[in-house]
Nanobody
């Protein structure tokens, strides 16, 4: 099993900043990608920032305001969120796609794991 633990959510005024952190642990041979997703009431979970080895990409709604940083060796991923807006309010989830054992790479078997989520609330 893989565990993902997020921290850093909270309440902030519009224009403020927050930094989310996530650490993966458990049976992990190699992490392929790490990402942050956001879910708002009545909406599906959406990817907002994604990091693979050598590339990052962002949802248009957060581009130029949010920065994802990943340390694959330490199995951590952070999300620096600047210039926060009320529409950024939601539950933020950390995601990791991992190879649990070496043979998973041979067979292309990726596991998909999620954290419990951390609440971010931006007041206007």
């Amino acid at each position: 099993q893989v565990q993902l633990v997020e921290s850093g959510g909270g309440l902030v005024e519009a224009g403020g900043s927050l930094r989310l952190s996530c650490t993966a642990s458990g049976v992990i041979f190699r992490i392929d990608t790490m990402a942050w997703y956001r879910q708002t009431p009545g909406n599906q979970r959406e990817m907002i920032a994604h990091s693979s080895r050598g590339a990052t990409n962002y949802a248009d709604s957060v581009k130029d305001r949010f920065t994802i940083s990943t340390d694959f060796a330490k199995k951590t991923v952070d999300l620096q969120m600047n210039d926060l807006k009320p529409e950024d309010t939601g539950l933020y989830y950390c995601n990791a796609k991992t190879y649990r054992v070496s043979s998973d790479i041979i067979f292309g078997q990726l596991s998909d794991d999620w954290g419990q989520g951390t609440q971010v609330t931006v007041s206007s």
